[in-house]
């Protein structure tokens, strides 16, 4: 049964400290997303990766944020330094995004997050 | 830009009876409309999606969706609810420029015995 694997599932940091995230995605899919939930602000689109490439990194905070796909097996994304607003659940998505079609209803699935509290 | 709105924070439903859980759209040009369920501690599952054809979609666990272009409505559907139907529901768009899904404020389910 594909699926979208996240780790850690459950991190508690300190502030100031380093997180990585990882993301395995289904494998064949070509494109990768992150997304952040908290409640406040919903589910926010951090960025995505088509073919490894980065395409979209608008929605995160570029001083502290940074995402990559270091083989098309992963993707990480990394906080440094964290800090306690950071805290939320990140979930990756992958799917299968055909470029050019005339539409591109493909379906991105997701992980099952990580929930990270930063005290 | 593509949006979703989802104008109910929850919904309570007994039982047997049937349930809906209201979305409504804005985009320029074709919608492509999805729903997502969210059980506690868990990931974002895939329920159903409209492209294009048939107003009426059919997705997983029994749910379905009405597509009305008229009413810029995907309402999410299911005839009998169950209480393992409670969750959180998300109804999303796919952003034709950059291919990502945005989400709606997603709708809690509940449903009592």
């Known amino acids: 049964d594909a699926r979208v694997t996240q780790t850690p599932r459950h991190k508690v940091t300190e502030m100031g400290q380093e997180v990585t995230m990882r993301c395995q995605p289904i494998?064949?899919?070509?494109?990768v997303f992150w997304y952040r939930q908290t409640m406040m602000q919903g589910l926010e689109l951090l960025a995505y990766?088509?073919?490894?490439?980065?395409?979209?990194d608008s929605g995160m905070p570029k001083d502290r944020f940074s995402a990559e796909m270091p083989d098309a097996t992963l993707a990480t994304l990394k906080i440094q330094p964290s800090e306690p607003r950071d805290s939320a659940v990140y979930f990756c998505?992958?799917?299968?995004?055909?470029?050019?079609?005339?539409?591109?209803?493909?379906?991105?699935?997701f992980g099952e997050g990580s929930w990270l509290t930063v005290v | 830009a593509q949006s979703v709105a989802q104008p109910e924070d929850q919904v309570n439903v007994a039982e047997g009876n049937p349930l809906t859980v209201k979305c409504t759209y804005s985009v320029s040009g074709n919608p492509y409309l999805f729903w997502y369920v969210q059980y506690p501690n868990r990931g974002l599952q895939f329920l159903l999606k409209y492209i294009t054809g048939d107003n009426l979609v059919k997705g997983s666990y029994g749910f379905e969706a009405e597509f009305n272009k008229s009413q810029t409505s995907f309402h999410l559907k299911k005839p009998s609810a169950l209480v393992s139907d409670s969750a959180l529901y998300f109804c999303?768009?796919?952003?034709?420029?950059?291919?990502?899904?945005?989400f709606g404020s997603g709708t809690r389910l509940q449903v009592q015995p």
């Open positions: 998505a992958s799917g299968l995004i055909i470029t050019g079609a005339p539409f591109s209803g493909n379906t991105i699935y």
């Open positions: 990766f088509r073919n490894r490439a980065p395409l979209d």
């Open positions: 494998l064949g899919h070509n494109t």
């Open positions: 999303a768009v796919r952003d034709t420029g950059r291919r990502a899904l945005t």
